[in-house]
Nanobody, 115 residues
Framework: QVQLVESGGGLVQAGGSLRLSCAAS????????MGWYRQAPGKQRELVAS???????NYVDSVKGRFTISRNSARNTVYLQMNSLKPEDTAVYYC?????????WGKGTLVTVSS
């Protein structure tokens, strides 16, 4: 089974930065798709950023230019660099990896952005 552990969340003021990490128990070199999702209280979960094996990335419009998804296959880790954070970015952020066609989710890490 694949296990994912997110870290790096916390409390930050608007305009600040955070870097989220997702450590996987599987070699992500062979993983096709990886992504970060977020869910704010009372809101639906949304895909924030994704990266595929070829390196292509996609972002939800609200974070374009501010967030960057990347991966380090040697460390089996996916990252989400978040800059210029806004209060509306406040949410629990979840890492998801698809391995052999099966989706695996982390437990989430809370990001709180104050005004």
């Amino acid at each position: 089974q694949v296990q994912l552990v997110e870290s790096g969340g916390g409390l930050v003021q608007a305009g600040g930065s955070l870097r989220l990490s997702c450590a996987a128990s599987v070699n992500i070199f062979r993983v096709n798709g990886m992504g970060w999702y977020r869910q704010a209280p009372g809101k639906q979960r949304e895909l924030v950023a994704s990266i595929i094996s070829g390196g292509s990335t996609n972002y939800v419009d609200s974070v374009k230019g501010r967030f960057t998804i990347s991966r380090n296959s040697a460390r089996n880790t996916v990252y989400l660099q978040m800059n210029s954070l806004k209060p509306e970015d406040t949410a629990v952020y979840y890492c998801k990896i698809t391995d052999y066609g099966v989706d695996y989710w982390g437990k989430g890490t809370l990001v709180t952005v104050s005004s």
